[in-house]
């Protein structure tokens, strides 16, 4: 069934880079383009060491450790992004994934599958862009994408059969545990998880508690991270775009309702993990 040999992945981003790992761990040639070169190079340098830190636990060899890094092929332009799947991990924006597609879909020839791990947007509406929406569905990777075993697979309104049977292979086959979702605005985890991170900034907003108290007592009552701790590693920026984008999409409804602090954040360039300072500040 699963007839792909090769994927191409959009976004060389945290997402992007861990998409990248587990397709090529899985013996996939894998293609990773971004717009930006030092994004390209800073998603390479993460896949190389995480690669060494699965050797240094002894889960991989040296020589698949090589053998993982040579199956990647690093690309600059959008026109080159030919695959046999392709998995577009670029900024949670409609028009600019929309955008991309349309050009994906006149370079790649009809067999191939386009595919989107957007969090929040309906596979549905990003796929109203392309010609041939019955090869486009949704495949949700969840951070980070190598060590999460669940992936949600997503079968827009015009999705075919063959497409949606072809991605759910393709994430089985790299070890993934698949649930296939709807496609509602955030399909089922993050529609659940919002409410992890709209609350707790609320609670921080009306001074209830600070972000360490808050992330203190979350973790302490069983969470493995608390909220702010989960919004510096997802990105303070994908998981406030993701936030705006649901609170749209469910009409305005005040319960998703995006948070000024976060907005604040996300102006200042303070995106978390990825920029070197969130809520926490990190080591280079
Ligand atoms: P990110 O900001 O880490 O990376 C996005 C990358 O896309 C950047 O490197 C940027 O240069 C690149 N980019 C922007 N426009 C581009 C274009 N037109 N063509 C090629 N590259 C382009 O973002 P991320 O966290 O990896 O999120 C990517 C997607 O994955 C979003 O749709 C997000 O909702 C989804 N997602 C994110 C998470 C998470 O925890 N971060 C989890 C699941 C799904």
């Not at 050009?103 to 009809?110: D, Q």
Request: aromatic content about 8%.
């Amino acid at each position: 069934m699963n007839s792909i040999k090769t994927v191409g992945i959009a976004g060389a981003g945290v997402m992007g880079a861990g998409i990248a790992y587990c397709s090529a761990i899985a013996g996939y040639g894998v293609l990773l383009f971004d717009t930006r070169r030092e994004a390209l190079d800073k998603g390479l340098l993460y896949i190389r060491k995480e690669l060494e830190k699965a050797q240094a636990k002894g889960k991989l060899t040296a020589d698949q450790v090589e053998a993982s890094l040579q199956r990647i092929r690093l690309c600059e332009k959008a026109e080159d992004l030919v695959a046999d799947l392709i998995i577009e991990a670029v900024v949670e924006k409609l028009e600019v994934k929309q955008d991309l597609f349309r050009t994906l879909e006149s370079v790649n020839g009809k067999e191939s599958i386009l595919a989107t791990n957007t969090s929040s947007i309906p596979v549905t509406r990003i796929a109203s862009a392309l010609q041939h929406p019955e090869r486009f569905a949704g495949i949700h990777f969840f951070n980070p994408a190598h060590l999460m075993k669940l992936v949600e697979v997503i079968a827009g309104a015009r999705t075919n059969h063959e497409t949606l049977e072809n991605s759910r292979a393709f994430a089985e086959s790299l070890g993934k545990t698949v649930v296939l979702a709807q496609d509602a605005p955030g399909f089922i985890v993050n529609r659940v998880a919002r409410h992890y991170y709209v609350e707790a900034l609320k609670i921080m907003e009306e001074d209830v508690a600070g972000f360490e108290a808050i992330d203190r007592l979350m973790e302490s009552s069983g969470f493995r991270m608390g909220p702010f701790r989960l919004m510096d590693l997802i990105g303070v920026d994908t998981n406030y775009s993701v936030t705006e984008s649901m609170y749209n999409l469910f009409s305005q409804d005040g319960k998703f309702r995006p948070s000024r602090i976060q907005k604040q954040k996300v102006d200042a360039g303070l995106h978390g993990r990825k920029s070197g300072e969130g809520f926490y500040r990190y080591e280079a």
